[in-house]
Structures are given as structure tokens and as C-alpha cells.
């Protein structure tokens, strides 16, 4: 059989870089085994999944598992040393509820060094270094060398030992060791060691982005037996991190207290509309809307909210609106300590409720210090002047439209276009139109050719400038079009670029252009961005996941976009390029059995699908695009 992975990437990247490597085995494996295997592995399993969490938390990209082991790299020690606290502790609390005989403890050495990346793999003696400080750890315990000592003392609460110089085989200089000890009044992190002068370094609070727990996302994915998917979806490639130095906030929906469940959509508009405009703001990271919308109607303390997402601040309100009046309250908390920093109620008539969003937003744009570039403090006020009313249709459009089926996107656009009517100067209502076009064309859900449908995309987003040229959703509209739509992919790379200085704190702009990217000759940025909009975003939509597969693919990493396209299939069945992956991903890895039971699907979905009629106007390289129509073929279609 062919080597299929030599259709999409030749060459091999190598490249020399400082990381800080943190190396982790069990200590007294074999003996877990030998009493009782399924339960150690069952075992193994759940704490490899804190790991992968906490990894992921601190922006640590796991590099790989082997056996009983965890090896992965960070870009900070100060996010090694703190990731590797979060996960002792979490593991010595789970412990707590076993049996003695089947507890499960690992060591874990952390070292910083000059490494060697090839593809996936990660080589040098500051790997070697970091083997050699796990094997000297305690069970449940951490060490690190001098290098990671003065790199995080004096930035992390935490107290240190001098555990003496040790030799490294094939290393010419002894490496001093440090055993990382508790926070003050804490648990001590491993088994008590010989005595010795402790040495202290006092820092700031302990960092927020150091996330306790698996936290609220990942914890679902553990709960479905979901090691593997967290490790290649969360960890694999690089967590993509906006700034840990930048503020940062969630804001959960805003509560109904109308008394009223039909204004709800208002109370959920409310919330989004200060989520997107403060994305604009390019001094801070705001977590998406899929991801703070998981805490609807539930009573959550905010710290929980703070850990579980990785921010340092939330902002909580709520939306009270009788006949023309409104009444919105909104109080900015400092996620850590749970300390008020700010709290605002506002009475206003309905028809100054536009206002009331630009004065919240610009207190909290205030409380948080974030500097302004030039110019962002006038886009603060980009609904200004607008149609109440026509804003009222277009929260019930967006309702409709993220229900994501043929009916409800038809409903969206009705609504969509009545926000247009009575409000012919507000872009928003306009782009929306274009991505339900954009679904008729791209799903098959018009009642007029494609062609048409694409046209009428093109229109909307070119009017959306006309009315916005610094919308960022009209920018990203128009891109689509002329990377399906037209086949221009230069200018469709450009309109997405434009799309996110635009909104850079915009999970979606990040993925959408991923996703020209991987089809445009440079999956290695898509991936970035796409891992990006997941940084931004802890509970993406579950389209991203389209995106990631495919990006994986184009890599050739086929066991994770294996995971990515499986998870797309089932959470978007009638998405059809989810089918088209996994069908490419199982045919170029090997498992042509399951390639070809899963292009049964795709004809299950379009009976009259070929693939001699595949339109891969999407594809800009025509060797990849020959191949790609090959797999297809080969799968049975």
C-alpha cells in the first residue's frame, strides 16, 4: 500500500528552542498492576485526564504518554511549576477517597533547557534533565532544577528545599535540585523528605489562569471517558494563549427577572452584545459566548466560574423590561477573591438601552486599566443612533439562527431582514443575512441554485461595508465568499486577516480564518488559530471541531483528526465536510474498512453524491485537491 501521508506534507520542520519540560511517571506501577489491573488502568486513565487539563490551563502542549508516563512542555516555567502544583493536589485530594493499597501516586521534575522539535517529538538533555529531577521526586512530590528555581521565586507562593547537587548521566555539570513544598498552611505536596532549611519565596496570589480542577468543560469530556479527546483536542499542537498578563473576563448570561420566559432572548441579547464589543477591545481577553451561556439559570459562586474558565474577572447582571422601560444591573467581581469592584444599576427607557451597554462597557474598560489603541474608545459606541425595535427582531433572529437547522435559519432571516427594514443603517442584521445564504449555499438548503446563493451573500456583505467598513463579521462574510464562492484565495486571506485585527478577541473570526487557511496551503497558522479560538472559547461550537479536524489531517496527524471529525459527526450529523474528513482521515491512515462504512454515510445523507462531481473549488493546491477526490473514490463514492 502507498504511503498516503506523503500527498499532503513533505517536510520535516526542525527547530531549536527554550522550553520548560515537565516529565511525570507512577511511582510503584507494577505493583498497582499486579493487584488489581483493571482497576489501575481505569485509574490511569482518570489522572492522566487531570494532567491533560491542567496542562492545557497553564498553555503546556502535552508531547506524549507512554506507558505510565506524561511528558510536556511549557512556554513558562512559572506555568510548569504552577500546573504541576494544581495537578498534586487534585491527585492527592482523588487519592484521598481510595483505599491505601490502590492509590495511585505520580513524580514529577520539572526542568528548563534548550530542546530540539521535530514534528511531534521533542529531544535534548533538557528532557534528559527533567527524567532525572522525576526520578528524584517524591511520591505526590515535585522537583525542579536551579534554573526553574530562579526563574519562579518570588512569583509563586510557594517554599523551596535544596535538595543537594546530583550528577546526569551524559551531562557534564552537576544539577542543583529544589523540592517544591506546600503554599503556607497547605498540605505538604509529597512525602516528607530528610530535613533541611527550607528556602522561602513569597509571591503575588496565587495566578487564576492556573486553573483548579479539570474545570466545567473538560470535566464532560473526562465524564464520557474522554482522556483521548482531551489529550489530542486540548493539549496536542500547543494551547494558543491570547496573554496570561492581559485582564480577563466572562460574562454569564444576564438573568430574566421580567417574570416573562419569552424575554429571554432580550436578557441573552444583552449579555451578547457586551461580550462582542468588549472582543473588540484589543487589552482584553473575553471568553466566548458558548463557553459562559453553559451557567444559564444556574446559581454558580463566581469563583468557580473564575477557575473553571480561566479568568480574573465576571462580570453578573440582570435585565429587568416592563412595557418601554428597562432596568439592567451589572456588577463587576473579581473572580479570585470574590470581592465587588464595581456595581451599576441603570433605569433607562427602552429606547436608551444602546447607551446603557456602551456606559457599562466603558466602567468595566475603566476598572480593568486597559489601554485603549487609538480610535477604539469611538468603536465603543458603534450601535449608536440605532432602531430599538430593530434591534428587539434581530435578538429573536439570533435565537433562531443558533439553533442551526434548515426551518430555524429560514425564521432567522425573516427576522433578520425586518431588523434590516426598520433599521437600514445597522450592518449586524445585514451580515447575518449573508451566513444564512451562506447555509443554503454551502448545505443545500436553498430553493435556488448555489450560484445565486452565493451571489446573495456577496451582496449582503458588500452592503454590511458600505454601512460598517470596520465590521469584522462582514469582513469574515465576504472572505468565505471569494474563497468558495469565487476562488480567489489571496483576497480571501487578506479579508480574513482583516477580520481578526478587527476582533481579536473573537473565538469565531480566529476559527473562520483557520479554516481558509487549511485549504489555502498553510494548515500549520490554521492550526494556531484554531486552537486559538478554543483558548477563547472553553465551550466551543461544535463546528470548531470540523475546522480542527481538518487541520489535523492536512498535518497528518490521522488519530486526531480522527477525534476532531468524530466528535463533528456527532454533534452536527447533516454537516456533510465533517463525513468528507473522516472518510479522508481513515482512508490516508490505513483503516480503509472504516473509510468505506463511513462514505455509506455520506450517501445515506446525499444519495446521489459522486465523487467525480466533488466541488473542490475550496482546495487552491490541485496535487492535494487530485488526492483528496482519489480517497473518495477509493472509499467507494
Known amino acids: 500500500m502507498a504511503d498516503d501521508r506523503s500527498g499532503f506534507e513533505t517536510e520535516r520542520s526542525t527547530e531549536r528552542r527554550l522550553s520548560a519540560i515537565l516529565m511525570a511517571?507512577?511511582?510503584?506501577?507494577?505493583?498497582?498492576?499486579?493487584?488489581?489491573?483493571?482497576?489501575?488502568?481505569?485509574?490511569?486513565?482518570?489522572?492522566?485526564?487531570?494532567?491533560?487539563?491542567?496542562?492545557?490551563?497553564?498553555?503546556?502542549?502535552?508531547?506524549?504518554?507512554?506507558?505510565?508516563?506524561?511528558?510536556?512542555?511549557?512556554?513558562?516555567?512559572?506555568?510548569?511549576?504552577?500546573?504541576?502544583?494544581?495537578?498534586?493536589?487534585?491527585?492527592t485530594e482523588r487519592n484521598a477517597g481510595l483505599p491505601d493499597d490502590k492509590r495511585m501516586a505520580f513524580r514529577i521534575g520539572i526542568n528548563l533547557g534548550d530542546v530540539i522539535s521535530e514534528q511531534d517529538a521533542v529531544y535534548g538533555d533538557g528532557v534528559n534533565i527533567a527524567a532525572r529531577l522525576e526520578s528524584l521526586a517524591d511520591a505526590g512530590g515535585i522537583c525542579i532544577a536551579r534554573n526553574v528555581f530562579d526563574q519562579v521565586k518570588g512569583k509563586l507562593p510557594l517554599d523551596y528545599e535544596y535538595q543537594g547537587e546530583h550528577d546526569v548521566k551524559n551531562i557534564a555539570e552537576p544539577v542543583r535540585v529544589y523540592r517544591v513544598l506546600s503554599l503556607p498552611g497547605a498540605v505538604a505536596l509529597g512525602a516528607p523528605s530528610r530535613p533541611a532549611a527550607a528556602r522561602r519565596s513569597r509571591g503575588p496570589p496565587w495566578k487564576t489562569v492556573a486553573l483548579a480542577a479539570a474545570g466545567v468543560a473538560l470535566a464532560v469530556g473526562v465524564a464520557a471517558g474522554g482522556w483521548s479527546l482531551l489529550q489530542r483536542l486540548a493539549t496536542d499542537g500547543g494551547t494558543?494563549?491570547?496573554?496570561?498578563d492581559l485582564p480577563s473576563i466572562a460574562v454569564p448570561p444576564f438573568a430574566n427577572l421580567s417574570g416573562d420566559p419569552g424575554q429571554e432572548y432580550f436578557s441573552?441579547?444583552?449579555?451578547?452584545?457586551?461580550i462582542t464589543t468588549l472582543a473588540k477591545l484589543h487589552g482584553l481577553k473575553v471568553i466566548a459566548r458558548n463557553s459562559t451561556f453553559q451557567y444559564k439559570g444556574r446559581s454558580v459562586d463566581v469563583r468557580e466560574i473564575g477557575r473553571a474558565l480561566g479568568v480574573?474577572?465576571?462580570?453578573?447582571?440582570?435585565?429587568?423590561?416592563?412595557?418601554?422601560?428597562?432596568?439592567v444591573t451589572a456588577q463587576l467581581i473579581d473572580a479570585a477573591s470574590g470581592e465587588h469592584l464595581w456595581a451599576e444599576n441603570y433605569d433607562r427607557d427602552f429606547n436608551d438601552v444602546f447607551a446603557v451597554q456602551d456606559e457599562i462597557t466603558r466602567n468595566i474598560v475603566n476598572q480593568l486599566n486597559v489601554e485603549l489603541v487609538a480610535g477604539e474608545e469611538g468603536r465603543l459606541l458603534w450601535r449608536a443612533g440605532m432602531n430599538p425595535e430593530a434591534y428587539d427582531y434581530a435578538l429573536r433572529a439570533r435565537s433562531e439562527f443558533l439553533r442551526f437547522t434548515k426551518p430555524t435559519s429560514r425564521r432567522a432571516r425573516k427576522l433578520y431582514e425586518k431588523a434590516a427594514e426598520l433599521d437600514p443603517n445597522w450592518?449586524?442584521?445585514?451580515?447575518?443575512?449573508?451566513?444564512?445564504?451562506?447555509?443554503?449555499a454551502a448545505f443545500g438548503w436553498g430553493d435556488v441554485p448555489a450560484e445565486e446563493s452565493w451571489n446573495k451573500l456577496r451582496a449582503m456583505g458588500e452592503l454590511a461595508l458600505e454601512l460598517d467598513p470596520r465590521s469584522a463579521g462582514a469582513h469574515s462574510l465576504l472572505s468565505f465568499y471569494h474563497w468558495i464562492g469565487a476562488g480567489d484565495y489571496d483576497r480571501a486571506l487578506r479579508l480574513g486577516e482583516l477580520a481578526i485585527e478587527l476582533a481579536p478577541g473573537s473565538g469565531a473570526m480566529n476559527a473562520l480564518l483557520g479554516s481558509v487557511l487549511n485549504w489555502t496551503g498553510n494548515p500549520r497558522r490554521a492550526l494556531e488559530l484554531i486552537e486559538r479560538a478554543f483558548e477563547l472559547n472553553p465551550v466551543p461550537p461544535?463546528?470548531?471541531?470540523?475546522?480542527?479536524?481538518?487541520?489535523?489531517?492536512?498535518?497528518?496527524?490521522?488519530?486526531?483528526?480522527?477525534?476532531?471529525?468524530?466528535?463533528?459527526?456527532?454533534?452536527?450529523?447533516?454537516?456533510?465536510?465533517c463525513h468528507f474528513g473522516l472518510v479522508w482521515a481513515y482512508m490516508a491512515s490505513g483503516e480503509e474498512e472504516a473509510g468505506r462504512e463511513q462514505a455509506k454515510e455520506i450517501l445515506r445523507i446525499t444519495p446521489k453524491f459522486e465523487a467525480v462531481e466533488w466541488d473542490a473549488k475550496i482546495v487552491s493546491d490541485p496535487a492535494l485537491r487530485k488526492r483528496?477526490?482519489?480517497?473518495l473514490v477509493r472509499a467507494g463514492l
Not at 494558543?240 to 496570561?244: A, I, R
Not at 450592518?427 to 443554503?440: F, L, Q, S
Request: proline share 3%.
Open 312 to 327: 480574573n474577572h465576571v462580570l453578573e447582571g440582570s435585565v429587568q423590561r416592563a412595557g418601554n422601560r428597562v432596568r
Open 427 to 440: 450592518a449586524v442584521p445585514v451580515v447575518m443575512i449573508g451566513w444564512t445564504h451562506y447555509r443554503d
Open 268 to 274: 441573552d441579547g444583552i449579555t451578547e452584545t457586551l
Open 240 to 244: 494558543v494563549s491570547p496573554g496570561t
Open 628 to 631: 483528496l477526490k482519489e480517497l
Open 542 to 577: 461544535d463546528w470548531y471541531y470540523n475546522e480542527l479536524g481538518h487541520a489535523n489531517f492536512l498535518l497528518n496527524r490521522y488519530d486526531r483528526a480522527i477525534e476532531a471529525f468524530k466528535t463533528c459527526v456527532e454533534r452536527l450529523p447533516y454537516m456533510i465536510m
Open 25 to 91: 511517571d507512577v511511582v510503584g506501577f507494577s505493583r498497582l498492576m499486579g493487584r488489581d489491573e483493571e482497576f489501575t488502568v481505569q485509574t490511569l486513565k482518570a489522572y492522566r485526564a487531570v494532567f491533560a487539563a491542567h496542562i492545557a490551563a497553564n498553555r503546556g502542549r502535552l508531547v506524549n504518554a507512554p506507558g505510565d508516563s506524561i511528558f510536556a512542555e511549557f512556554p513558562s516555567v512559572v506555568d510548569a511549576v504552577a500546573g504541576a502544583v494544581e495537578i498534586q493536589r487534585e491527585l
